[in-house]
């Protein structure tokens, strides 16, 4: 009744799991194309597999941004920010309206963990999960695309060569892991 992306999901991963392409058109009360990138509905697979509702896993990735927020150590002038501090911004995060209204949906908390742990990873200057993270965002929503300048950017300028290397390497494995959903109809 909210939105047509968990129907057109379920039925594209039902098209995975046959051994079938699932970017083709669906039929819903009317024809919709699977346009969400792999990252994002991958890890729903598993939980759909058996039978689980599939917004289970959004939960636990809308949970698991929180966790990030209140663990991460982000640097400033002044070292890492308090507890109390990260602990505000986890629940400012998951008490969120726009939050909470897409909980229902169920389609983006995977997305924002993934940046959450690329900006985590960034602060903490972890090449290699900052890569694969920024894989992850580059794989999950188009919406990211536009950033990935500004966050090679970053890289290139407060990053040595075997640092960027290793940054390279993380994001290329996610590319590569899910470059198969593209070689077949790259349109």
Do not use: N
């Amino acid at each position: 009744a909210d939105a047509d992306m968990l129907p057109l999901l379920q039925q594209a991963m039902a098209r995975l799991l046959a051994g079938h392409d699932p970017y083709v058109w669906y039929h819903l009360p009317y024809a919709a194309p699977m346009t969400y990138l792999p990252a994002l509905w991958l890890p729903m697979v598993p939980a759909f597999a058996l039978g689980l509702d599939v917004r289970l896993v959004q939960v636990l990735a809308a949970g698991a941004v929180g966790a990030v927020i209140v663990w991460s150590r982000w640097r400033g002038d002044a070292g890492a920010a308090p507890p109390a501090v990260r602990l505000a911004l986890a629940a400012a995060f998951l008490l969120a309206p726009a939050t909470v209204a897409f909980a229902a949906i169920g389609h983006t908390a995977l997305y924002w963990l993934y940046l959450t742990l690329l900006l985590s990873a960034l602060a903490a200057r972890r090449w290699l999960p900052a890569g694969v993270a920024c894989g992850l965002c580059a794989m999950a929503r188009q919406t990211m695309w536009p950033a990935l300048p500004i966050v090679l950017l970053y890289v290139v300028r407060t990053a040595g060569r075997r640092e960027r290397a290793r940054f390279a390497a993380g994001a290329g494995i996610v590319v590569a892991a899910l470059a198969p959903f593209f070689v077949s109809d790259p349109a």
